[in-house]
């Protein structure tokens, strides 16, 4: 998200109606809800968990423990499990 100043955005009798609730602020415009973006679509995070998760479920069933993978994956065990767990329902 970047920031952007309201003079150079927005017209002259917007921005004194704006002022007169908010004056020298920072205030959040959220996007129209046509607009939104579900997360990790802007960036590879979603995918880049996703490969994640598919190797823990791949060394899983190749014999790996739950303890060695949450060692290995910096995560606790419960949250293993639960990737394990989403990973068969799909």
Request: hydrophobic share 30%.
């Amino acid at each position: 998200m970047g920031y952007k100043t309201a003079v150079g955005v927005l017209p002259d009798d917007l921005l004194k109606a704006v002022q007169q609730f908010v004056d020298g602020e920072s205030i959040y415009i959220p996007r129209k809800h046509d607009n939104k973006k579900q997360w990790g679509e802007c960036k590879d995070s979603r995918k880049l968990l996703e490969r994640r998760n598919t190797a823990i479920l791949t060394q899983y069933q190749g014999g790996r423990s739950v303890q060695s993978l949450s060692e290995q994956y910096f995560l606790s065990p419960k949250t293993v499990y639960k990737i394990l767990s989403n990973a068969r329902k799909r």
